[in-house]
């Protein structure tokens, strides 16, 4: 795939009697978290039938898989804009666009081209996080689509934040009513230093924006937890001890619970998750094998209690 080739929707005819929405089944992983969306190809305009099943899918299971999809770059913008106005993907080392003329496209890839990588993220394991909780204005919503993949590894699981604070211990659940995080801007969720940032030890220097411990979903009332990530996490107004401790309480919990549904790729699924109330993360792969996702992300506002 040259990613800086223009992309075009190809030609493609629907007979007019066929509906959609009736075709269209919602399956659940069975783990909590996520379900199949089948009987839809995305590279035709779905209809608004069909989208508000979709949505309500959506917010319902968190995380969405649709398989087997053949999508141009043009199209998969085009599904991405039914759920809100995109944002434009961060700028590559160069700082460029990592694709030329579609600025909401990100690539995430350990490719080489010649000495420069095509992508963000490489190999290595990215940790559990939020997208962009260091920000003031966070996602709603991010698609993932595999172009390229790996014969093993690479998986991305995902945790359900809404059963995480449902479940927390009932002292645990009064000392984070109220608290906010600083969320680190520094770093990235493969831990790489981004550019323009100097590397900080204590976390209460580092920079970036804080948010509520516990949000509100807009759209389902639900409240969640809301972690961004755990290093150079700082719960403001306590001692760095002190957040430490409640901070390691909070991801102990997390992650020692059966709240997650690991994704195994296959070339042409595209993945949907609500970034407001899920968390993510991506396992490492061999180095020496090729890697190339294309992501969109769907722009909200600013997390609240």
């Known amino acids: 795939m040259n990613l800086n080739q223009p992309s075009t929707p190809a030609a493609a005819v629907q007979s007019p009697d066929f509906n959609p929405a009736l075709a269209l089944q919602v399956v659940p992983t069975g783990k909590g978290i996520g379900a199949d969306v089948t009987g839809?190809?995305?590279?035709?305009d779905i209809d608004d039938?069909?989208?508000?099943?979709?949505?309500?899918?959506?917010?319902?299971?968190?995380v969405l898989r649709f398989r087997d999809q053949q999508l141009t770059k043009d199209q998969l913008l085009a599904f991405s804009r039914r759920f809100g106005t995109l944002d434009?993907?961060?700028?590559?080392?160069?700082?460029r666009h990592w694709i030329d003329g579609y600025p909401e496209l990100a690539v995430m890839s350990n490719i080489k081209v010649g000495d420069e990588v095509i992508g963000s993220l490489g190999y290595g394991e990215a940790v559990w996080h939020t997208d962009m909780s260091y920000q003031e204005l966070t996602p709603s919503a991010a698609l993932l689509y595999a172009v390229e993949l790996p014969s093993a590894g690479g998986e991305?699981?995902?945790?359900?934040?809404?059963?995480?604070?449902?479940?927390?211990?009932?002292?645990?659940?009064a000392a984070v009513e109220g608290a906010t995080i600083k969320h680190d801007a520094s770093h990235n969720s493969a831990g790489e230093l981004r550019k323009g940032f100097e590397a900080v030890t204590d976390p209460r220097e580092a920079p970036g924006a804080v948010h509520?411990?516990?949000?509100?979903?807009?759209?389902?009332?639900?409240?969640a937890l809301f972690l961004g990530?755990?290093?150079?996490?700082?719960?403001?107004?306590l001692s760095l001890a002190e957040s430490e401790s409640l901070l390691d309480r909070l991801w102990a919990h997390c992650v020692g619970v059966p709240f997650v549904w690991f994704q195994e790729?296959?070339?042409g699924d595209l993945v949907m998750w609500d970034n407001r109330c899920t968390m993510h993360k991506?396992?490492?792969?061999?180095?020496?094998?090729?890697?190339?996702?294309?992501?969109?992300?769907?722009?909200?506002g600013r997390p609240q209690a």
């Open 88 to 95: 434009k993907a961060p700028i590559n080392r160069r700082g």
């Open 265 to 267: 790729w296959r070339i």
């Open 229 to 237: 990530r755990r290093p150079n996490a700082y719960v403001t107004g």
């Open 40 to 44: 839809v190809d995305l590279s035709f």
């Open 212 to 223: 509520p411990v516990v949000v509100r979903h807009p759209e389902s009332g639900r409240r």
């Open 282 to 300: 991506r396992n490492a792969f061999d180095a020496n094998e090729r890697r190339l996702l294309l992501r969109t992300t769907v722009k909200a």
């Open 49 to 62: 039938a069909t989208l508000s099943i979709v949505r309500d899918a959506w917010l319902e299971h968190q």
């Open 156 to 173: 991305t699981g995902f945790m359900d934040m809404y059963a995480a604070y449902e479940t927390l211990p009932t002292d645990l659940k």
